[in-house]
């Protein structure tokens, strides 16, 4: 049997919805995860999804903007949403002095059995852009060299497609990757989905069939929340998980 991956994306220390994920993907044959980035932010379990996928999962990572907020201490949060501030200055809190430097050595795109990860685009991977139209796509496609490329950052699940009219986008869909076929797919958020479904995203991909699986889970957001309301976390953070924006 060879290797087939879970890509997760966007956990934001979200125990609940990580593990509703974990049993999902082992159900469903994975061998091996792989993340996107922002392991920490907005929610309230960072060291839980931290540990869990450096030790557990022994995950290969790249670094997210949360996950660069939190553990590159000189960052300005000037220009940051003053409740994601707030969560990005309590999880430094909780993090060991080992846990920040685990997030602060994360490198910003790294390559996979034949794909790359990043957190938002390879074109200017420490500007954090987001993707959400075929221009900005068609400016990472310049620097994607492998076939497969998955990111995250916009929590928002998309496939984008480099064909020789230019970048089309597609809703997420499953399906099986034509040879020669040049890909970004957005593998949508674990912890904070923000397409309006609230249910925990992540993708499958099997090398051996080269098939892209998009999977939705309901997990139990409830709970998610009230572990957000007593470590006194912003509300906004936790609406946000019910509403899925
Ligand atoms: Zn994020």
Redesign the pocket.
């Known amino acids: 049997m060879g290797r087939v991956y879970a890509v997760l994306g966007?956990i934001?220390a979200n125990i609940d919805a990580l593990n509703t994920v974990l049993t999902d993907a082992r159900a469903q044959g994975v061998t091996d995860f792989v993340s996107v980035g922002?392991v920490v932010?907005?929610n309230a379990a960072p060291v839980e999804c931290l540990r869990i996928v450096r030790d557990e999962l022994k995950c290969p990572v790249v670094r997210?903007?949360?996950d660069n907020y939190v553990s590159w201490l000189d960052t300005s949060l000037d220009d940051f949403h003053p409740a994601a501030a707030q969560v990005v200055e309590w999880t430094r809190q909780q993090l060991s002095p080992e846990d920040l430097q685990w997030l602060h050595d994360l490198p910003l795109q790294r390559p996979v059995m034949g794909f790359t990860l990043v957190h938002s685009t390879l074109d200017m991977p420490d500007h954090w852009g987001y993707v959400f139209d075929t221009q900005q796509a068609e400016a990472h496609f310049n620097y994607q060299r492998t076939q497969l490329c998955f990111h995250?950052?916009t929590?928002v699940p998309m496939i984008y497609a480099a064909t020789p009219g230019g970048v089309v986008r597609y809703e997420p869909c499953d399906f099986t990757i034509e040879l020669g076929q040049r890909l970004f797919i957005n593998v949508g958020?674990v912890g904070?989905p923000r397409d309006g479904d609230p249910r925990a995203s992540y993708v499958i991909y099997d090398p051996a069939t080269r098939q892209i699986r998009f999977r939705r889970l309901e997990y139990d957001v409830a709970a998610a929340q009230a572990r957000n309301r007593a470590a006194g976390l912003p509300e906004r953070c936790s609406l946000r998980l019910e509403a899925g924006r």
Do not use: A, E, F, L
């Open positions: 966007d934001h922002d932010g907005y997210g903007n949360h995250g950052h929590h958020s904070q």
